[in-house]
């Protein structure tokens, strides 16, 4: 498989579970992304990881928690979360984290659904 | 406060003529300007990109205008055609950083 993969499609939770979403990209990529979109809002980064470390933490509760294990895989561990949290979660990847990012495409995955009750 | 805009939430164009997307920006220090393309269920799709030391960038069928002097960028498609309704979202770059619109929702009608 190609490209970047993301699992589950859609999750529901409570809001005092504990869950996980996963990505995979297939693409050699060095840099790996995920971004929150929000009902009628702009896609909003959240964390960055070049090379396995995280480089950016744009401002995101403590109740999410990246973690990226090898250049190919990355999770978002989930814990408390509010109904506010609702949102599309999407991964992506670039080739390297090179500057400007702007020159990079940057591949997304099809997202995760989530749902907080 | 926004520093990139996509003012049409949706645009309707009919089969065959052009579609015009627009975005306007807020900091003129943005280098690099893209268009990004998103179906649902999947996630966005890059499509075109231009730099700042550019004013115009052609990729057959679409063609991204750059306006610095009114921070306005545009995506043309011509002929529109029913594979190109999709949501549209433009984003600027600078360094690290890309900011993405809220999108445009483009229907190609028969």
């Known amino acids: 498989e190609t490209g970047v993969t993301q699992t589950p499609r859609h999750l529901v939770m409570g809001m005092t579970n504990k869950k996980s979403l996963k990505c995979e990209q297939h693409?050699?990529?060095?840099?790996m992304y995920w971004y929150k979109q929000s009902a009628k809002k702009p896609l909003e980064l959240m964390f960055v990881y070049n090379f396995k470390e995280q480089t950016e933490n744009n401002s995101v509760p403590s109740r999410f928690s990246p973690e990226c294990p090898n250049s190919s895989h990355l999770f978002l561990h989930l814990h408390t979360l509010q109904p506010e949290d609702s949102a599309l979660y999407l991964c992506?990847?670039?080739?390297?984290?090179?500057?400007?990012?702007?020159?990079?495409?940057?591949?997304f995955g099809s997202g995760t659904q989530l749902s907080v009750l | 406060d926004q520093q990139v805009k996509q003012n049409s939430p949706s645009l309707s164009v009919q089969e065959g003529r052009i579609s015009i997307l627009n975005c306007d920006y807020t900091?003129?220090?943005?280098?690099?300007f893209l268009w990004y393309k998103k179906y649902p269920a999947e996630g966005p799709t890059f499509l075109i990109s231009i730099s700042s030391i550019k004013d115009k960038n052609e990729d057959g069928r679409f063609t991204v205008f750059l306006n610095k002097s009114a921070k306005h960028l545009s995506l043309h498609i011509v002929p529109s055609q029913p594979g190109d309704s999709a949501v549209y979202f433009c984003a600027a770059s600078k360094d690290d950083k890309i900011i993405f619109g809220k999108g445009t929702r483009l229907h190609i009608l028969p």
């Open positions: 992506a990847s670039s080739r390297s984290p090179q500057t400007p990012l702007g020159s990079e495409k940057l591949f």
């Open positions: 693409l050699g990529h060095n840099a």
């Open positions: 900091n003129s220090m943005f280098d690099y």
